[in-house]
């Protein structure tokens, strides 16, 4: 009996603690002038990145009931500026017409003259079969080409993205709270998500606070 109260008790304390954080997210998206952005509900995601939707907040699956409403806080801030950014440095390179006639598309012409090549030479054969092979082959073969190029065009340096990030956040909360924060996620070793550490595709909470401390 004392068991399901117990239980009652942590499902009562933590659907609480989403609606207070959904609540300070509108709150953030409001004050950082995303207002389109409008979460009503939080998953949880086995990656250690939180991410603010439309209509959903996705949060670490490794920090779920470590962290407190207040503690979310400034590591919400700081992804709702990081996102921005990060859009903001992929349109800049995108629309620089240098970097767009010099490299990306001198890259694509190529491959796409063979995929216009195949798909011309596909017209003179009769067999569905063997038509449907040519033009399906050339397709994939096309965009195993263009998709990791776009990928390499389109990369920006995220990990200076985030330490920038984390500075405007401190416009917003306060710079102390946000160490402390980071200072426990280092600590219980929360951001170690071993294929993340092991791709090297996330930036540690560690490093974050050394550039904070730096600021």
């Not at 117990?6 to 933590?14: E, I, N, P, Q, V």
Request: hydrophobic fraction near 40%; glycine fraction near 4%; aromatic fraction near 8%.
């Amino acid at each position: 009996m004392e068991e399901q109260t117990l239980d009652s008790f942590r499902a009562t304390s933590s659907t609480s603690d989403e609606e207070t954080i959904i609540r300070y997210t509108r709150d953030l998206c409001q004050q950082l002038g995303v207002s389109e952005l409008n979460p009503q509900k939080i998953s949880w995601s086995p990656l250690n990145r939180v991410l603010v939707l439309y209509n959903s907040v996705r949060l670490p699956r490794r920090m779920m009931d470590h962290l407190t409403p207040d503690e979310w806080k400034p590591l919400i801030a700081s992804s709702i500026i990081y996102e921005g950014l990060v859009a903001d440095a992929r349109y800049k390179k995108f629309n620089d017409k240098k970097l767009v006639l010099t490299h990306f598309l001198p890259q694509m012409l190529v491959p796409t003259l063979l995929l216009v090549g195949a798909i011309r030479l596909s017209f003179g054969v009769n067999e569905f079969v063997y038509k449907s092979i040519l033009l399906l082959g050339s397709l994939a073969g096309y965009m195993s080409f263009e998709l990791p190029m776009m990928r390499r065009f389109l990369s920006v340096d995220t990990k200076d993205i985030q330490f920038r990030a984390d500075m405007e956040a401190t416009e917003t909360v306060e710079k102390e709270s946000f160490l402390r924060v980071l200072e426990k996620i280092d600590g219980m070793g929360l951001d170690k998500a071993p294929l993340e550490s092991l791709l090297k595709i996330s930036t540690s909470a560690r490093q974050r606070i050394q550039k904070l401390q730096n600021h």
